[in-house]
């Protein structure tokens, strides 16, 4: 049984001295230089820059629903995805381009505000998800909503005011 150990014991250590090969002689050059690539594409990113990242409607009547496009540009160096965009409030409303944009080119970021039951000043966000380096970019709209008076309701549907 000694033996039988001994021969294992001596055969394993055999097997992994002869191992003693350069490891770095065997890296494939080619490889090593599309993995140098692949990781330096990964530093690049979209950069998601809007002509305006706040916009005031002034004053609105109660009861209104305005709304605003926001444009932006991608100035980086890879396709920007807008994955989702979230407001701060639910009677504000974004909707975007859902398809990449590429560098140098353009995307719309359109914001519905409903200002029914919402008077005085108000200052809204919308916080946008991106594959940015940040991740993350907000824009802002406002307005002061003129209250309606003595709580009547309003007989009509609201009226649509849009900005460009």
């Known amino acids: 049984m000694k033996k039988l150990m001994l021969f294992t014991v001596a055969i ?12 770095s002689k065997k890296v494939d050059e080619e490889k090593k230089e599309m993995a140098e690539e692949r990781d330096s594409k ?13 916009h005031d409607f002034g004053t609105v009547e109660e009861g209104d629903v305005v709304e605003h496009t926001f444009m932006f540009t991608n ?22 381009t859902k398809d990449p944009v590429a560098p140098g080119e353009t ?7 409903n200002t029914r039951g919402k008077p005085n000043q108000q200052m809204k966000q919308v916080r946008i ?36």
Request: proline share 6%; charged share 25%.
């Open 42 to 54: 990964q530093e690049e990113f979209p950069v998601m820059e809007f002509e305006e990242t706040e």
């Open 129 to 164: 998800t991106a594959n940015t380096e940040t991740g993350k970019e907000t824009i802002r709209i406002k307005a002061f909503v003129n209250p309606k008076n003595g709580g009547a309701k309003n007989a009509g549907s609201p009226m649509k005011v849009q900005t460009k």
């Open 107 to 113: 995307g719309e970021m359109l914001v519905k505000f």
């Open 75 to 96: 100035t980086g160096e890879a396709p920007l995805i807008v994955s989702n965009a979230k407001a701060s409030c639910g009677c504000t409303v974004p909707t975007w």
């Open 12 to 23: 394993a250590t055999f097997s992994l001295m002869s191992c003693k090969n350069d490891a």
